[in-house]
Nanobody, 124 residues
Framework: QKQLVESGGGLVQPGGSLKLSCATSGFTFDDVQIGWFRQAPGKEREAVSCISSSHDVTHYADSVKGRFTISRDNAKNTVYLQMNSLKPEDAAIYYC?????????????????WGQGTQVNVSS
């Protein structure tokens, strides 16, 4: 059974940091692109960052470049999102998603499997 389980969300003050984790199972993890997406209330789910199977291709939304870093540990079948300098507009439910075709295209439309999400709140 293919599963993704996110963790690490919470409440943080503006300027603070959080590190999200997404543990997966049931995939040939080395062969998939995996990414982070977020959805704020009343908005569509959007891509935040993706990383290819080979680690050498990463994508970041313009709004998070320089603040967020995606990484993956293929030995642990896990992807991470280090989020620094958080802003109130970063508040959302963060989801990880797997693109089994490893398209190198960072978009919700290529995602085959989703996790259940983890809430991130940024507020003073």
């Amino acid at each position: 059974q293919k599963q993704l389980v996110e963790s690490g969300g919470g409440l943080v003050q503006p300027g603070g940091s959080l590190k999200l984790s997404c543990a997966t199972s049931g995939f040939t993890f080395d062969d998939v692109q995996i990414g982070w997406f977020r959805q704020a209330p009343g908005k569509e789910r959007e891509a935040v960052s993706c990383i290819s199977s080979s680690h050498d291709v990463t994508h970041y939304a313009d709004s998070v470049k320089g603040r967020f870093t995606i990484s993956r540990d293929n030995a642990k079948n896990t992807v991470y999102l280090q989020m620094n300098s958080l802003k109130p507009e970063d508040a959302a439910i963060y989801y990880c998603g797997v693109d089994e075709a490893d398209t190198d295209y960072c978009s919700t439309i290529v995602i085959d499997y989703w996790g259940q999400g983890t809430q991130v709140n940024v507020s003073s």
